[in-house]
C-alpha cells in the first residue's frame, strides 16, 4: 500500500495545485514511483461535450502518470461552488467509498499518493461527510497550503488544531506566495509565528506564469522518504 499525502488548504485559490503539480514533479524526477488524486473537482469546462478537471489534468501531467483520468478525479461538476452544492446541483450524492476505491486501485501500483483536496479541511463532501472525513478514511498524512497575508496566522492554527483534534497527523505547513504583496507587512513575520506551532516545510515565492519553477528545499522533500 503506498503512503498516502493528503494536499488541503486554508482557504481556496490559493495555490493548491501549484503547490502539489511542484510536488509531484519533484518527486517524480528523484525517481519515486508517484501517483496523483484530485477526488473531486468543481468548475470543471466543458470540452467536447465532457467536463474536463484541469487541476486534476495538471497534476497527471505533472506526475507523468499514466493511470487513467477517472481513478485520479473521480467526481467533477461544472459549478465553482463547493462539492456538496456543486454535487446537489448536479443530481449526484458525492460517496466516500468510491473515492477510497479508487484510491486503493492507485495505492496498488504506485509508493506515495498525493492527494490534493478541495478548499479546506472542513469543505462539505455530502450532507454527512466533509473532507477530513476523507483523510481519516485514507490514512494520510496532511500538508497544509497557507497563503502567506495578514490572516495566514490564525487561519493556518486553526486547521492545524482542527486536524489535529481528529487525529489526523498534520506532517507540516507550506506556505505560499499566489500573488505579490508589496505592502502586507505580515509576509515577514507570518512564518517565524506559524514555526512556533507546526512545521513550515518550504516558503514557496510568487512566481508568474511562465516563470522557472522554484526549486523545493530538502526540508519539504524528506517529508516523503
Known amino acids: 500500500m503506498a503512503r498516502a499525502f493528503f494536499i488541503t488548504g486554508t482557504d481556496t485559490n490559493i495555490g493548491k495545485t501549484f503547490v502539489a503539480t511542484l510536488v509531484a514533479r519533484a518527486l517524480k524526477a528523484r525517481g519515486i514511483d508517484i501517483g496523483v488524486m484530485k477526488p473531486v473537482e468543481t468548475g470543471c469546462a466543458v470540452k467536447d461535450g465532457a467536463l474536463v478537471p484541469m487541476d486534476a489534468v495538471a497534476l497527471k501531467e505533472a506526475a507523468e502518470s499514466g493511470d487513467p483520468l477517472d481513478l485520479i478525479n473521480p467526481y467533477r461538476f461544472s459549478p465553482p461552488l463547493s462539492p456538496n452544492v456543486a ?86 505547513v507550506i506556505l505560499n506566495h499566489p500573488a505579490p504583496r508589496p505592502d502586507d507587512a505580515s509576509v515577514k513575520y507570518n512564518r517565524s509565528e506559524i514555526e512556533r506551532y507546526a512545521p513550515v516545510l518550504a516558503d514557496i515565492p510568487y512566481t508568474p506564469a511562465g516563470d522557472i519553477l522554484p526549486e523545493l528545499p530538502e526540508a519539504l522533500l524528506k517529508v516523503f522518504k
Open 87 to 172: 454535487a446537489r446541483l448536479s443530481g449526484v450524492e458525492i460517496d466516500l467509498i468510491k473515492i477510497e476505491t479508487a484510491f486503493k486501485m492507485l495505492s496498488a501500483v504506485h509508493e506515495i499518493i498525493i492527494v490534493e483536496g478541495a478548499g479546506g479541511l472542513l469543505v462539505p463532501l455530502n450532507d454527512d461527510q466533509n473532507m477530513a472525513d476523507l483523510v481519516v478514511r485514507l490514512k494520510a498524512r496532511l500538508l497544509i497550503i497557507a497563503p502567506s497575508r495578514l490572516g495566514v496566522i490564525n487561519h493556518t492554527l486553526m486547521t492545524c488544531e482542527c486536524a489535529r483534534a481528529l487525529g489526523i497527523d498534520v506532517a507540516g
